[in-house]
């Protein structure tokens, strides 16, 4: 287990003493939604940024509630990703472009 990861549980646990949220729960889920944003986008980000987005996503799943069961997984994928294209409009035109390219040529060979 990396130092970012033992961080990142460590401020899940923090996160969810106000909830009913269970820390291995908030993680995963905003490992789910990072790597669903993300794959759309075709985007990779180096360990220090990628655990920063993983950090805000926790957050904000935190905040939103998003483990009550109201929410189906399609919809806190969603929601978390509207999150990250607003905080981050460079990569939600990236992610707009690619899903553009896509939708007319099929997917793209790299």
Not at 35 to 59: C, D, I, S
Not at 77 to 101: K, N, Q, S, W
Request: net charge positive.
């Amino acid at each position: 287990m990396s130092d970012f990861d033992r961080e990142l549980r460590r401020e899940a646990i923090e996160l969810c003493h106000t909830g009913p949220a269970r820390p291995d729960k908030l993680v995963a889920l905003a490992h789910a939604g990072l790597k669903a944003w993300a794959k759309v986008g075709n985007l990779q980000f180096p360990p220090e940024k990628r655990y920063a987005l993983l950090q805000e996503t926790m957050r904000y799943c935190a905040y939103e509630c998003l483990l009550a069961c109201c929410f189906t997984q399609e919809d806190r994928l969603e929601r978390i990703a509207g999150m990250l294209d607003v905080a981050y409009p460079r990569y939600a035109c990236t992610r707009a472009r690619l899903a553009a390219r896509r939708n007319r040529y099929g997917r793209p060979r790299f």
